[in-house]
């Protein structure tokens, strides 16, 4: 087999270069954010990471064979990024198809985008290593129309899977689990956390500064149906037994909320958030349980799970700015 002649080596690494780049991207944000736009980043996001897959063969048959012919001594390097790809490719597949979920902590999205991480320093070595590297200049028409078909295919392939797939997933790509079905919902957590032991009776909880007894909320909670879509890739709705927070407080008169979480685990939301969160107590009128956030929990509607913060502590209105903290926790 001969590479295809107007597909050339160059034009190929082009438009792997744009796919990878373009997947990294859309992935993050399609993964940290909660609202509908969210949705065709993550359309383009499996488009990106399908076309990859698409190119493949002419990477094979172009510079990889031509590569390692030349038997550098960092081709080992550019190996191991080769089965980086393929193995983030293979989970992004297998955690949109359903196909395999993972093994608890270690979801198959999870997995995906821890060695997506890893990868990512690998691109940039591998390009800017080499001498010929891509330049805008290689995309001419011919790259484009390699580009377009390449698209193409990975357009088919997501439809078919699409079809395959059926409707139990979220915008974001999760699949649903446990709606309305408290016992079953799994609990989860984002890197290192744990479920402190608190009885109930002992639990203090101040908002703004001032003390809010858990009866208080226990008898004016009423239900209120949200989304919980964990970074793991699950969705599961619920009917959570929960007060609006700006029941709880005055008029916030600082920019930022931060709600912080017995644990210490935190998070800071801008205060015209507000409106839009609530505390949940318990689910389908049973308490929380205690890996959901018992005895209270932020319901965060439209935002990711690691925003519903569970055994929520404290709330406090803050001048430190909302985005003024990692995008991600990091505990
Ligand atoms: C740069 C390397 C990456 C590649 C090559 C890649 C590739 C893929 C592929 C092929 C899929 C399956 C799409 C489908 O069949 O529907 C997928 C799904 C997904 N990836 Fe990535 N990905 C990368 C990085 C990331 C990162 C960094 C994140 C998040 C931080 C991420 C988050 C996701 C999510 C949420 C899905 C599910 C989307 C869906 O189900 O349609 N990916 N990825
Ligand atoms: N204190 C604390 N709250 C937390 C987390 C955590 O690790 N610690 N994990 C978050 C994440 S990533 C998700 S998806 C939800 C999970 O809620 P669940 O365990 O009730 O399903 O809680 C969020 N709240
Ligand atoms: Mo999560």
Excluded at 38 to 51: E, K, M, N, P, Y
Excluded at 318 to 323: A, E, H, K, Q
Aim: some cysteine; overall charge positive.
């Amino acid at each position: 087999m001969t590479t295809t002649r107007w597909l050339t080596p160059r034009r190929v690494d082009l438009l792997l270069a744009i796919s990878v780049t373009v997947a990294a991207v859309t992935g993050l944000v399609s993964w940290g954010v909660g609202s509908g736009w969210a949705r065709w980043v993550t359309i383009i996001h499996a488009l990106a990471g399908l076309s990859l897959l698409a190119l493949a063969p002419a990477k094979l048959r172009g510079s990889v064979r031509t590569g390692l012919k030349r038997r550098r001594a960092t081709r080992w390097l550019s190996m191991l990024l080769g089965v980086l790809v393929t193995a983030t490719v293979t989970l992004g597949i297998l955690h949109a198809t359903g196909l395999w979920h993972g093994v608890g902590y270690w979801s198959a999205l999870w997995t995906h985008v821890l060695l997506a991480a890893l990868l990512a320093p690998l691109v940039v070595w591998h390009i800017a290593s080499r001498p010929g590297r891509p330049r805008v200049t290689d995309l001419d028409r011919r790259a484009l129309a390699g580009g377009g078909l390449a698209l193409a295919a990975a357009g088919a392939a997501y439809g078919v899977q699409q079809l395959a797939v059926g409707d139990n997933r979220r915008f974001t790509g999760s699949h649903e689990i446990a709606s309305f079905n408290p016992s079953e919902m799994p609990t989860t957590m984002w890197l290192n956390d744990r479920s402190p032991r608190v009885s109930a009776s002992d639990w203090e909880l101040t908002i703004a500064g001032r003390p809010v007894e858990l009866a208080t909320l226990r008898e004016t909670a009423r239900p209120l149906e949200a989304d919980l879509d964990c970074t793991g890739g699950w969705w599961s709705r619920q009917s959570w037994d929960a007060v609006p927070l700006a029941e709880l407080m005055p008029e916030v008169d600082r920019p930022t909320l931060e709600v912080t979480s017995l644990t210490g685990y935190s998070r800071l939301f801008p205060a015209r958030d507000a409106p839009n969160l609530y505390l949940a107590v318990g689910y389908s009128g049973e308490p929380l349980r205690r890996g959901h956030g018992a005895p209270v929990r932020l319901v965060a509607p439209g935002r990711r799970g690691f925003w519903w913060v569970k055994w929520v502590s404290r709330i406090e209105p803050v001048d430190r700015p909302w985005w003024l903290q990692l995008p991600f926790p990091l505990e």
